[in-house]
């Protein structure tokens, strides 16, 4: 029996923005060479549009955005720019080398945003929309318009807008719930307004952006295909502004178990997903909660003796999907100081890890150095163990050794050792605690204005042995990052996640990364 040939009506396209609105989550800013890493995954894996970054925000930006637009394969290759000439100018010159770019131009269309955001009457922002698009064609016949604030916007003025938009050339009309306020039933009914009153929306296709304010982007998203739409734009992990974005692996998984209710389809490759979602973690430093739906690490988990036992009678009791159809394999090799190089490597894969060279070896070495100290490696050993190996791997500070005094009869003090740009420097210092007294001897040989936001710690694993894992967030200046770092002695797990942090905020400041980091502070994002 043949399968049926997939109707091109029915296929949803996967637009990609986890290095734009994903990475304007605070704290969530990744280097030049991360967000190639990144882009490289997900032209692999089959999204159909990247937007790459908004070009005019910084000159980070605009070379992220070009250089991915020369090593992108597949996908079209998509910067963001506000109604203004300036920035359409910059986003078509950072598209060009593409072999196939995209402008995405957008433009606030709601009563309070044009009030209060634009200070605009509706007819000047309606000939905006109009000149926007018609200068955007002068790059590419592939322009897509955006009405921020879509789904607060008056339905007369919408309409007229984005039949505007396609009438001067626009082939994608983005309908954005920016500020996650719609439900689905109220998307779906706009969607569904929209292509009955527009006379020319057979001439575009249309696309859902929606956040996650309320918790519905997901659900809004796919209400809004059964309404017309055939583009979602969203992010890996669902990471974004605010809330976030409609997570694409849950978009993507929503449409592959539910096909009966949702008969689409996509050209993601599933297998992939737990992949990318380690990546874009490690590189970001923002942990997937562990309920999170199809990535996170309890989605395949049973504990209950009830689910234990339905999952050994048949495994479609308690699961709807297998984890091999997300890229999570079932076989589980037992890791300890008696495994070997292959062993290991064999185990990342597993876990969805890709490793090579260098940073192999020393994930290994790790491992092993881990494996001396405890009884039992399990796999969340070595996800935090290669999540830090990935985040620290073009560190400039390093940490090389630290001896702490505590106890009952302070000061506890701290002595550290720190590799800096390849040399070693030692300073000793005292604090209230032992934690205390180790970042005091950072902010000794690493003087700087941070405040500490967030300190954070729990076990990977359950044990007195058990890997303490930390979380740190430092805010300077209006910018705030987050690090991790992970190790059985909790003092040097907080060491490695404060270093982490610092050498986030400081690659800032040096040499090329610093301009990568450097993103306009505006509220001009849909």
């Given at each position: ?35 190639l890493?990144?882009a ?39 910067g ?81 807008c ?28 706009l969607?569904?307004?929209?292509h009955q ?23 809004n ?30 978009v ?18 599933a ?7 380690k ?16 990535v ?29 159809s ?5 076989t ?135 890997q ?28 490695k ?6 050498n ?5 400041y ?17």
């Amino acid at each position: 029996m043949t399968t049926p040939a997939k109707s091109e009506k029915d296929r949803v396209v996967i637009f990609d923005t986890t290095l734009r609105d994903g990475e304007q989550c605070p704290g969530a800013t990744m280097t030049h060479e991360e967000k190639l890493e990144v882009a490289a995954l997900l032209d692999e894996m089959g999204v159909d549009i990247i937007e790459a970054g908004f070009p005019i925000a910084s000159e980070g930006d605009f070379l992220a955005v070009n250089e991915i637009a020369k090593r992108s394969k597949n996908a079209v290759i998509a910067g963001l720019a506000r109604a203004g000439q300036k920035d359409i100018d910059r986003c078509g010159e950072a598209i060009k080398p593409a072999k196939r770019g995209r402008i995405h131009t957008f433009i606030s269309t709601s009563p309070v945003h044009m009030k209060w955001k634009l200070q605009m009457e509706p007819e000047k922002v309606l000939g905006m929309v109009v000149s926007s698009v018609t200068r955007a064609r002068n790059y590419t016949d592939d322009v897509e318009w955006s009405a921020e604030d879509a789904t607060r916007t008056e339905h007369d003025f919408l309409c007229r807008c984005v039949e505007a938009a396609i009438k001067a050339g626009a082939a994608t009309i983005n309908i954005p719930d920016t500020v996650g306020y719609t439900v689905p039933e109220e998307y779906f009914a706009l969607i569904a307004m929209l292509h009955q009153r527009v006379p020319n929306a057979d001439k575009a296709r249309f696309s859902a952006h929606c956040h996650n304010d309320l918790g519905m982007a997901v659900a809004n998203s796919l209400a809004g295909v059964r309404g017309g739409i055939r583009q979602i734009e969203c992010t890996i992990n669902g990471i974004g502004e605010r809330a976030g974005n409609a997570a694409l692996e849950e978009v993507v998984m929503a449409i592959n178990v539910r096909n009966d209710v949702l008969p689409y389809w996509t050209n993601i490759d599933a297998t992939m997903l737990t992949r990318a979602s380690k990546l874009v973690a490690a590189v970001t430093s923002f942990p997937v909660q562990y309920n999170k739906a199809i990535v996170g690490r309890n989605a395949f988990a049973h504990e209950s003796g009830i689910h234990q036992d339905g999952m050994l009678k048949h495994t479609q009791t308690y699961e709807i999907m297998t984890p091999e159809s997300v890229g999570v394999k079932q076989t589980s090799l037992v890791m300890g100081k008696h495994s070997g190089r292959h062993a290991f490597s064999r185990k990342l894969e597993e876990l969805g890890y890709k490793l090579a060279g260098n940073q192999l070896e020393d994930a290994f070495v790790r491992f092993k150095a881990l494996a001396d100290r405890k009884k039992h490696v399990y796999d969340e050993d070595i996800e935090a163990l290669v999540d830090e190996e990935i985040a620290t791997a073009q560190d400039r500070v390093k940490l090389v050794s630290l001896t702490v005094i505590a106890g009952t009869m302070g000061p506890q003090s701290a002595t550290l050792t720190l590799d800096i740009d390849g040399h070693h420097q030692t300073v000793q210092s005292t604090g209230n605690g032992p934690v205390d007294a180790t970042f005091n001897c950072i902010k000794q040989l690493i003087p700087n204005d941070s405040v500490l936001e967030l300190y954070q710690v729990h076990a990977v694993t359950a044990g007195t042995d058990a890997q303490a894992e930390v979380s740190v967030r430092l805010a300077e200046n209006g910018r705030a990052v987050t690090a991790k770092g992970a190790d059985p002695d909790t003092l040097v797990a907080s060491a490695k996640a404060y270093l982490g942090a610092l050498n986030k905020l400081t690659a800032r400041y040096h040499g090329a990364m610093a301009t990568a980091s450097r993103r306009i502070h505006s509220t001009d994002t849909i």
